[in-house]
Each structure stands twice: as C-alpha cells, then as structure tokens.
C-alpha cells in the first residue's frame, strides 16, 4: 500500500506558476512512473484535484486513471458535484471493491461544488472496503488529509477516523489509515491514532519537502496498521527527481502488509 500527495493542478494559474498547466504537463509523467514503481495494491492519493476547471469531470485524476488502466478508483465522485480530492486506487486483480465513501469533518460551502481536500480545507476522511481477492479477508482503508494549520479541527479529525476504524473492526475489518496527517509521528494528531490501537509502519526521513528537496521536519505522511495488518519490513520512500522534474512537494510512502490473524 502506498499514500501518495500529488498537489493539484491549477488550471487558472499563470503559466510560470509551479501548480499550473505547463508543470503538470510536466510532473504528471513522473507521478506515473513513480506510482509504477511502487508497484502498490492500494495508493491513497491527495491532492488528486483541479482547480478553476470550470465544472465537469476532474482532470488530475482522469488523466492518471487513463495513464494507469492497470487500477480502478474508490471514494471518488460522490454525485452533485462532490469530489473530495482523495480517491483510493486499487488493482482489481488483487482486491473486490465492496463499499466506498466519505465523511467531512468540516462544514462544506454553500454551493457544494467547490468541496475539495485543499491543504486540509475542508478536511475529509475517504474510505474504501476491499476485499483480498487471494485470502478473502476485507480490509477498510481510510484515507486523511488533516488540516495544516488548525490544530484542534486535526485533534477533532483524528478522533472521528478512529471512531469509524473502531466500526469497521467491529464488523471484522482489517483496518487501514493513509494520509497525510500534517502531523509528525509523536505528534497529539499521531497519538490519538496510537492510543486507539494503531501502530505506525516504520519509515525514515521526511516525506514534504517544499517542492524543492529541502527538509526541514520529520514526515508528516504516514501509513497506520491495525494488528489485522502487518508490516513487511521498514517503508520506502521515492525521494528523487525524475527527469529533472519533482513529482510533487510531497514523497510517496509505501509499504508492504501481510494480512494476519486477529489476537
């Protein structure tokens, strides 16, 4: 599994503007290869959005969904003009969708169209049961985009993802939580999640980087296990330009789980 923020294209920008047309044009090929290279079952993605498009179907990941046939999107489009900016992709070879969706932790704006996972603005939990097509077991993956600044709205979020991981166990679930958590591993954000059972997969470095390679804090994107899922190992980061080009301001993380016996 893999979590991956990828920035969103702004399609009103300027055209030197780093979120704009031209550098999504591109990034977007890297962000391909990258993902390619992970070779991930499950990518929890971030900031899979456009902006100032007008309406209509969602560039960012439209683009990525015909560049990748190889995965299908869960916790997507959601009707009237809701798309929350944090899809799930899944290899249908390797998992059953069963159920998908979302929850906001923040009030929408009043047109409800404009709702997007925007530096954790409004902020949003996407979820996603999938079944594992080799052992049967049905794993629930939440996927969080915290908020940045507001650190009691991410103290408040944090709580309510683990409030529905806790429902999903009780229905037998394995339990999943992906993100960027705009919080570091001994953050309160992170200890909410620790108390209430989940461990964090063990990784070095940090994952946000400023679009630039600079590093100045621990990583704020995360992959949480319940005892259901067991990491294989430390995880792994791409921390490297492609081309010449920098993917996003964020590294993906991904790691490798074996579904284990619950106890």
Do not use: C
């Not at 489009?77 to 932790?105: E, H, K, M, N, T």
């Not at 915290?146 to 409030?163: K, M, N």
């Not at 400023?210 to 621990?218: K, Q, R």
């Amino acid at each position: 599994m893999a979590t991956y923020n990828v920035h969103y294209l702004d399609l009103a920008a300027g055209a030197e503007d780093e979120w704009g047309l031209p550098a999504w044009q591109a990034r977007r090929g890297p962000v391909v290869a990258q993902v390619r290279r992970m070779g991930a079952d499950i990518v929890a993605f971030q900031e899979l959005e456009t902006r100032g498009q007008g309406g209509g179907a969602d560039v960012w990941e439209r683009w990525l969904l015909d560049a990748l046939p190889e995965y299908r999107s869960a916790a997507s489009g959601f009707g009237r003009g809701v798309s929350v900016g944090q899809p799930i992709f899944y290899r249908p070879g390797a998992f059953r969708l069963l159920d998908d969706g979302f929850v906001f932790f923040t009030r929408p704006d009043a047109n409800f169209r404009s709702i997007r996972a925007i530096a954790g603005y409004p902020d949003a939990v996407t979820w996603a049961r999938l079944e594992h097509r080799e052992s049967g077991e049905v794993v629930s993956v939440f996927n969080v985009h915290l908020h940045f600044i507001d650190t009691t709205q991410r103290l408040r979020s944090a709580r309510r993802v683990v409030e529905l991981a806790e429902a999903a166990q009780a229905r037998g679930d394995r339990v999943l939580v992906a993100g960027d958590f705009n919080a570091r591993r001994n953050s309160r954000a992170l200890r909410i999640f620790y108390e209430g059972g989940f461990a964090r997969a063990a990784q070095r470095g940090a994952t946000f980087h400023f679009n630039t390679g600079m590093h100045l804090f621990g990583a704020i994107d995360h992959l949480l296990h319940d005892e259901g899922a067991v990491p294989v190992g430390r995880a792994g980061m791409a921390t490297a330009k492609i081309g010449g080009v920098w993917p996003s301001d964020h590294y993906p993380v991904w790691v490798d789980f074996r579904l284990g016996p619950r106890g």
